[in-house]
């Protein structure tokens, strides 16, 4: 048997981030526009923290591909999802085929998953993948994140994230984090306001 771990790859990040310019600036009390780079720049900078390395969960709507090894203990990473788009798997000829969606159902429960419909099983599949899977008998491709607008993110993730950017602005020799920006110790309250959405498989 494969000795592959699960991947998630990004394939379309998000068309907005979760705060803006002004509301970053607000909370920083910047009033000039010397730095709107910076700031602006420091905005996915934290979200990407967030959703990688502490929360591992997606925030604003994305796409992804999941890269498996196997049916068995298939969990999709990165929730909420909001869909799955596509399911390819590697049959025992090596050939790469599509699972229809009619013979499996979504179960969003976190963590989300997917399983045949009534009297259907799992297509058997090859031990290994081919390059178009790269390298992996399975991949599923998903759509995840909690909506296409700022306003649905959780306000409690946002205002962590103005924390954290807060933190990044003003300590930006202090270590590095992410894109080489300075980010030093996480503060107390960013982990006191995204602990409670911290994927569970991660806590």
């Known amino acids: ?36 780079d910076l700031i602006a720049g420091l905005i996915p900078t934290a979200r990407e ?9 997606a925030l604003i709507t994305q796409t992804r591909k999941m890269y498996l090894p196997a049916w ?11 869909s799955v788009d596509l399911v390819e798997y590697v049959d025992l000829n090596g050939e790469k085929q599509t699972w229809s969606s009619e013979e499996f159902i979504v179960v969003k429960l976190e963590p989300a998953t997917i ?4 009297q259907k099983l799992f297509p058997e599949i090859s031990d290994v993948g081919i390059a178009d899977t790269g390298g992996y008998p399975v991949v599923i491709s998903y759509t995840c994140g909690y909506g296409d607008t700022t306003d649905a993110v959780p306000r409690p993730i946002k205002q962590g994230m103005l924390l954290l950017i807060g933190q990044l602005y003003n300590n ?32």
């Not at 202090?174 to 996480?186: D, Q, R």
């Open 49 to 57: 923290y967030a959703e990688r390395d502490f929360l591992h969960r």
């Open 1 to 36: 048997m494969s000795e592959l771990m699960p991947v998630s790859q990004l394939i379309e990040g998000p068309a907005v981030e979760p705060l803006t310019l002004d509301e970053v600036k607000g909370h920083l009390r910047v009033t000039h526009d010397l730095e709107d």
């Open 72 to 82: 068995e203990g298939l969990n999709i990473d990165f929730p909420p999802l909001q």
């Open 115 to 118: 399983m045949p419909t009534y």
């Open 172 to 203: 930006r020799e202090a270590g590095y984090m992410g894109a080489g920006i300075g980010v030093g110790e996480i503060p107390f309250g960013v982990k006191a306001l995204w602990g409670p959405y911290v994927d569970e498989r991660f806590k």
